[in-house]
């Protein structure tokens, strides 16, 4: 592991930044620059130890995390750390730097801050996967369902339920039609979806809400004659900076 971290010098004149009270501040610089810290951005630390190397107290902590939770900057959960935005620094390094990050990402124990930095980045793991096989046998069940006669006896409707209810329990009913949702509406635009845009939709779905992806779908179709799932990401990346939205995981 690294000795040593970069510190941009313009973090001091982002609004964001400063808009942070001084003890936040430092927790800040303080979750990318710790020895714990990697290229990948997602690490384990315990509490007592960032309770120790900062000085602030258990409570405070709490809510700082909270803060940068509701803002899409930090993520913590049972020990787990992830900078959001701090393998974006290293999108375009070598392969030997991507592939450290993939074993970086490897080490790390199973749980959701994983599993969201997973499909936030487009690195496929086994739950990755599993959600993306749940996702789509979702949206097949959920077609045929449509097709079926409204006069079912309510034991048919019951065993459908249950049919439509992705296995294992990565996907939510709910998502699976947030990601429905937003697919219908990149259709109407004209975009004829391809096998590859299904995990772009899905990693949208995981970080922004659906009334904002809508909104840049329609923006997409007034100010381009090319609309596509990259355009689309570049909307709402760009209305993200300019703090008119804000992620969301869900």
Aim: charged share 30%; net charge neutral.
């Amino acid at each position: 592991m690294a000795n040593y971290r970069q510190i941009h010098t313009q973090i001091w004149r982002d609004n964001w930044f400063l808009d942070l009270e001084p003890d936040e501040k430092l927790m800040f610089i303080y979750l990318f620059s710790n020895d714990s810290t990697n290229l990948a951005g997602l690490y384990e630390i315990h509490e007592r130890v960032i309770q120790l190397e900062t000085g602030l107290d258990k409570k405070r902590i709490a809510e700082i995390l909270a803060r940068f939770e509701r803002e899409g900057k930090v993520h913590y959960q049972d020990g787990i750390v992830w900078m959001v935005n701090m393998k974006k620094y290293h999108s375009n390094a070598g392969e030997k730097v991507r592939r450290s990050i993939e074993i970086i990402v490897e080490g790390i124990p199973d749980c959701e801050v994983k599993q969201k930095y997973c499909i936030y980045n487009g690195i496929e793991t086994e739950n990755t996967l599993s959600e993306k096989k749940d996702t789509l046998s979702y949206s097949k069940s959920n077609s045929k369902s449509k097709l079926k006669s409204k006069s079912k006896t309510e034991e048919e409707e019951k065993s459908e339920k249950e049919e439509e209810t992705p296995a294992g329990g990565t996907v939510t009913s709910a998502q699976s039609q947030k990601i429905s949702s937003i697919t219908d509406h990149i259709q109407k635009t004209g975009l004829q979806l391809k096998p590859t845009d299904e995990q772009a939709i899905q990693q949208l779905a995981a970080v922004f809400k659906t009334p904002d992806i809508h909104d840049a779908i329609d923006h997409m179709a007034a100010h381009t004659n090319r609309p596509n799932v990259g355009y689309l990401k570049k909307v709402l990346d760009g209305w993200f900076t300019e703090r008119k939205i804000q992620k969301v995981y869900s």
